[in-house]
């Protein structure tokens, strides 16, 4: 199950858990829009893999009988940070965000 962690890692926005504007990778590593588009172009910083809209999780079960939702199932309070400098963020962009993702 997704965290849906609760900011940018690189500006520190807030990313409630009903953002449109949250952007992911594979590994939940997660991103404002225009953190993804403008200084990204849409590549993980970590893992080099693209950075699509990160899913809404319902308020809350619309299904009661499953216990779905955030109600049930919270997003996470952990906020986290790149742990990679801006010069290395890219630098690791620029080289790789030329090759589609599915030939990284």
């Known amino acids: 199950m997704l965290d849906l962690r609760p900011n ?10 009903d953002a449109a504007d949250a952007r ?3 590994y ?15 590549v993980c910083p970590t893992c080099g893999g693209n950075l699509v809209p990160r899913p809404i999780r319902p308020a809350r079960a619309l299904r009661p009988e499953l216990k779905l939702g955030l109600a049930n199932h ?3 309070t952990q906020r986290r940070h790149s742990k990679w400098s801006r ?3 890219d630098s690791f ?3 790789i ?4 993702p599915d030939q990284r």
């Open 97 to 100: 965000r030329h090759i589609p």
């Open 74 to 76: 919270p997003a996470s």
């Open 28 to 42: 939940e590593c997660t991103y404002c829009a225009a953190c993804a588009e403008d200084v990204l172009h849409h």
């Open 87 to 89: 010069d290395q963020i």
């Open 8 to 17: 940018c890692e690189l500006c520190d926005a807030d990313l409630p858990p």
């Open 24 to 26: 992911i990778c594979t």
């Open 93 to 95: 962009v620029n080289d």
